[in-house]
């Protein structure tokens, strides 16, 4: 697998998964050896095998990519990991958004904690791994050095977190100026499911910026209430099919007799698109109001 003009081979790849101890730690030491191009192709094949073959599990190849030279690797592997909640990853993802000189890598691993905040809330996580997971990814909100996208990130995972200030800092995030804090404050809220936020959510709701209605109608959708329904409406008709499509699955989110309405006479446009997403919708409303029912006809 080291020689860089032997092709990677699927029959192969499979070989990888759920290593052993004693098979991870040749697969390490073998690593180095490989050619860029040939680990950054591994681990996206990798990826994309695990993705539709829920059997396979390459964890452990992408915990040593975490190690990795490159940083597009480091980023896949990251992202490999998705799936992954074992605390023992709290550790290297932490090390990773403190210290990793690549922006995009630090991004990602804020990305990947938000997964352990949810877990510190559902109080599934140690309070000890709880407390340096949020510490981690407040100090790197509040960090005015580090790059926006990373900040941004941070305070997405974060917003899922009921700490009380959680609140100030999505405000400050949202008062700040910077459009990439704007946006991740805005994905925050939705992260909260907290219907306090649905004052500041709803007149984004109509921003000329596209993204920005996109991330309140994503929000809207997580907080999950109707209150927030009259004023989604409006974005089933967006020029913008990202904002257009989170507003419907907002809607099929949030469900209730006006959400239902909506989406239904959606079932009946010119656009395939749009009636996928509304059937889509639907469906989800179906399988919240009577779940037994909507297995039984699945």
Not at 92 to 120: I, K, M, N, T, Y
Not at 233 to 251: H, N
Request: hydrophobic fraction near 45%.
């Amino acid at each position: 697998m080291a020689d860089p003009a032997t092709p990677l081979a699927v029959s192969k790849l499979v070989n990888l998964s759920r290593m052993g101890p004693g098979q991870a730690s040749l697969f390490m030491d073998a690593w180095p050896e490989m050619d860029l191009h040939k680990r950054q192709r591994l681990i996206q094949e990798l990826s994309d095998l695990a993705e539709d073959n829920v059997e396979l599990n390459f964890d452990a190849v992408f915990f040593i990519a975490l190690a990795d030279r490159d940083a597009d690797v480091r980023r896949d592997a990251i992202k490999g990991l998705w799936e992954y909640e074992g605390r023992d990853l709290i550790d290297s993802l932490v090390g990773l958004l403190e210290s990793d000189p690549d922006a995009g890598v630090r991004a990602e691993a804020a990305l990947a904690l938000g997964r352990f905040v949810l877990q510190a809330e559902f109080d599934v996580l140690r309070a000890p791994d709880a407390q340096r997971v949020e510490q981690a990814l407040r100090r790197t909100v509040e960090y005015d050095a580090e790059a926006l996208e990373v900040r941004g990130r941070a305070l997405e995972s974060i917003g899922a977190c009921s700490q009380p200030w959680v609140r100030d800092l999505i405000q400050r995030a949202f008062e700040s100026g910077e459009r990439r804090l704007w946006l991740s404050a805005v994905h925050a809220m939705g992260r909260s499911c907290d219907a306090a936020w649905l004052p500041t959510l709803i007149p984004e709701l109509t921003s000329d910026d596209a993204e920005m209605r996109f991330e309140a109608a994503g929000a809207c959708g997580a907080i999950a209430d109707e209150a927030a329904t009259p004023h989604l409406l409006g974005l089933l008709e967006d020029d913008d099919a990202e904002a257009q499509e989170a507003a419907i699955s907002a809607l099929g989110q949030i469900g209730g007799a006006q959400a239902k309405q909506a989406l239904q006479a959606l079932l009946t446009e010119g656009n395939e698109r749009v009636r996928e997403a509304a059937l889509s919708a639907l469906a989800e409303i179906d399988f919240a109001e009577d779940p037994i029912a909507f297995k039984l006809r699945g």
